[in-house]
C-alpha cells in the first residue's frame, strides 16, 4: 500500500467516528441559543424526541418520496425528448426556397464595389 492510500484510509475512518451526533446542552439566552452557559439562561435538553418506529417511519416517506421523484424525472425528460424530436422537423420544413435563377441575376446587376452617382440632370 502507498503512503497515500493508508493516510486516506486513517482519515476516513476519523471522519466516519467524528460524525455521531451526541445530545448535548443547549442554553436558551433571551431570544438567541448558545452552547455556552449565560446569565439568566435555561438550559434545554437538545435531541430527538422521536422514538425509533418514528424516525423508521420518516426514513421509509423519505426514501419513497426520493423515489417518486426520479420517476417523475424520468416521465419529464421521456417528455421533454419527445417534445424536442416533434419540433425539429417542423424547423426544417419552415425553410424558405430560394430561386437559384433569380438570385443569379440579382448579383451580376450589383457592382462589386460603391460607386458614388450625382443627380442626373434633366435633359433639355
Do not use: E, F, H
Given at each position: 500500500m502507498t503512503f497515500f492510500f493508508k493516510?486516506?484510509?486513517?482519515?476516513i475512518a476519523a471522519s466516519a467516528l467524528s460524525?455521531?451526533?451526541?445530545?448535548?446542552?443547549?442554553?436558551?439566552?433571551?431570544?438567541?441559543?448558545?452552547?455556552?452557559p449565560c446569565p439568566g439562561g435555561v438550559a434545554?435538553?437538545?435531541?430527538?424526541g422521536r422514538t425509533?418506529?418514528?424516525r423508521a417511519a420518516a426514513d421509509k416517506t423519505t426514501r419513497e418520496q426520493a423515489a417518486q421523484a426520479k420517476e417523475l424525472e424520468k416521465i419529464r425528460q421521456k417528455d421533454d425528448a419527445q417534445a424536442t424530436a416533434?419540433?425539429?422537423?417542423?424547423k426544417a420544413e419552415a425553410k424558405p426556397v430560394k430561386d437559384k435563377a433569380a438570385t443569379a441575376k440579382?448579383?451580376?446587376k450589383e457592382p462589386e464595389y460603391f460607386t458614388a452617382k450625382g443627380v442626373a440632370e434633366?435633359?433639355?
Open positions: 493516510y486516506a484510509l486513517v482519515l460524525t455521531g451526533a451526541m445530545a448535548q446542552r443547549v442554553y436558551k439566552c433571551g431570544s438567541s441559543y448558545s452552547q455556552i434545554l435538553q437538545a435531541g430527538d425509533a418506529a418514528q416533434v419540433s425539429k422537423p417542423a440579382k448579383k451580376s434633366p435633359k433639355k
